[in-house]
């Protein structure tokens, strides 16, 4: 399957493509009944495979594992992986990227943060010299085939922003991103200084960026929206609840909400897909 090239073609359609940020198998699957694509986030699977913050602490084997489950259960979707600054060196951001493909992913989110890295909406942010991040950048180009990848920068001040735009741009990258941008104009210059290389917005509640819906983005020329962590927040909240209502009530569940056969659907509709993409890949393994 040429997952990059679907989401290659997906990205230069007319309007908004939104990809949802996941953090484990659970949310993938509820997230998968709604929406084409996911955004496989550092940041949410920081969060619930090590109970850590986004401060570059993944090991690149655990995202290609975690993917390669995603893959399997969901063959269907598109895939967008952040892997932070690629895990090292450009040597070692090439072989995550070309680990990735070969186990379906979609396109990566390649940035050009220095370590200690950050949250691309918090602060302390420090950004690699141009010329190392494009290095790191060319040697995950050279590598892929068919990956989309998404040439990112973190720096902070504005003029810094544009200009590193621009030098994006002008890579081999399909998709620009500038995180942290903090108002619509400033999303609207970047459109401009890009040129006509699609351009990928994150929103992340109570970070930095305006929360704007599709349509504003697409008035603003945006092609793709990642949203992080919509389901790591909203499993915060409602675990946090439902565990004080648990508290409150004396240890008696709520009568309310999901119960065992509505997950047990859920889940088994997995199981059908992965069985599924079993039979393609055996298939594609006898051709």
């Not at 072989?95 to 379906?104: D, I, K, N």
């Not at 949250?119 to 180009?141: F, M, S």
């Not at 002008?170 to 998709?175: G, I, L, S």
């Amino acid at each position: 399957m040429n997952y990059g090239t679907a989401l290659r073609r997906e990205v230069r359609k007319s309007g908004v493509t939104p990809l949802i940020g996941v953090y484990d198998m659970y949310s993938a699957s509820l997230a998968a009944q709604q929406f084409s694509g996911m955004f496989v986030s550092g940041f949410g699977f920081a969060a619930s495979y090590y109970g850590m913050p986004d401060i570059g602490l993944i090991a690149w084997s655990d995202m290609v594992a975690f993917v390669q489950r995603l893959r399997l259960a969901f063959p269907d979707q598109h895939l967008l992986v952040d892997i932070d600054d690629g895990y090292g060196d450009p040597e070692v951001a090439a072989q995550v990227a070309a680990s990735l493909e070969r186990v379906g992913a979609s396109g990566v989110i390649l940035e050009d943060q220095k370590r200690p890295r950050r949250c691309g909406h918090a602060a302390g942010k420090q950004v690699l010299p141009l010329d190392e991040y494009l290095t790191k950048l060319d040697a995950v180009l050279q590598v892929r085939t068919d990956l989309l990848v998404v040439a990112r920068t973190d720096a902070v001040e504005e003029g810094q922003m544009l200009h590193r735009a621009e030098a994006l741009a002008d890579t081999d990258a399909d998709v620009v991103l500038v995180d942290g941008v903090r108002s619509v104009d400033l999303i609207s210059e970047v459109r401009t200084r890009v040129g006509a290389k699609p351009l990928l917005f994150n929103q992340i509640a109570g970070g930095v960026s305006p929360r704007l819906s599709l349509s504003e983005l697409g008035e603003l020329g945006v092609n793709v929206a990642i949203y992080s962590t919509p389901c790591l927040f909203a499993a915060h909240t409602a675990i946090a609840q439902t565990l004080r209502n648990l508290h409150a009530n004396d240890g008696r569940l709520d009568e309310d909400g999901v119960g065992v056969a509505a997950s047990t659907r859920l889940l088994e509709r997995n199981m059908i897909a992965r069985q599924h993409c079993d039979q393609l890949m055996l298939l594609g393994n006898q051709n």
